[in-house]
């Protein structure tokens, strides 16, 4: 079946470094691939998406970019905020499927 | 309130006693989600709806848990003879339309301790 693997947290890093949370995934077909974000005492939201091979999602300075040939949607962000602090769930939408399958989360905390 | 609501935030409940866990969605959205989070684990699918009807409920763990929804509306997840094992955050999530855009609107989530 589909799956999703992300890499295991917690990520710890200071303001202004540079963010990479990999991301890779099984599916048959053409899924699309999402990021959510929980920040703390909130709901999961969705962060960015992208719907085929090379498309780029991009939103609040996070990109990431749908990689057919490797399977993967890697999370990226050049200079991260203490407001980034979060968890950060990679998931694939089968492609005619209807419900979202999700990675084990990874937890980001950026200190001052 | 304009996001999905769910209720009670959280629930404390003996081994063995039944539980209902609520879930308003977001007014107009048609397609609601049940997903359960672990500890230390990622969310884990336990049932879909479309209007009324649920034509996935493939994650539902044990027939111990049910799932209804009424008036497209609001649904509800029962846990029957809950077992310390159920012990989660119950997540439920709505969206416009079945239509696959992947975008999930997520209530804070039901936290169930079974003791």
């Known amino acids: 079946g589909d799956s999703v693997t992300q890499m295991e947290g917690p990520v710890t890093l200071s303001e202004e470094a540079c963010l990479t949370i990999?991301?890779?995934?099984?599916?048959?077909?053409?899924?699309?691939l999402f990021w959510y974000v929980q920040y703390p005492g909130e709901g999961l939201q969705l962060l960015l998406k992208a719907t085929k091979a090379d498309d780029k999602g991009s939103n609040k300075g996070f990109e990431a970019t749908y990689r057919k040939e490797t399977t993967s949607f890697h999370l990226e962000k050049g200079s991260v905020q203490v407001s980034d602090s979060a968890v950060y769930f990679c998931a694939l939408m089968a492609w005619a499927g209807n419900m979202l399958t999700f990675g084990g989360g990874t937890r980001l905390m950026v200190k001052p | 309130g304009a996001g999905v609501s769910q209720s009670p935030s959280n629930k404390v409940t003996e081994k063995g006693k039944d539980v209902e866990l609520r879930c308003d969605p977001i007014?107009?959205?048609?397609?609601l989600y049940w997903y359960r989070q672990s500890l230390g684990q990622g969310l884990e699918f336990l049932i879909y709806f479309q209007g009324n009807s649920a034509p996935d409920k493939s994650g539902l763990p044990s027939d111990r848990f049910s799932a209804e929804r009424t008036g497209g509306s609001v649904s509800t997840l029962t846990i029957q003879r809950t077992q310390q094992e159920d012990s989660a955050v119950y997540l439920c999530?709505?969206?416009?339309?079945?239509?696959?855009?992947?975008?999930?609107?997520f209530g804070e989530g039901s936290r169930l301790t079974v003791l």
């Open positions: 999530a709505s969206s416009l339309t079945q239509k696959n855009t992947g975008e999930l609107f």
């Open positions: 990999n991301c890779t995934y099984t599916a048959t077909g053409y899924p699309s």
């Open positions: 007014s107009g959205h048609t397609a």
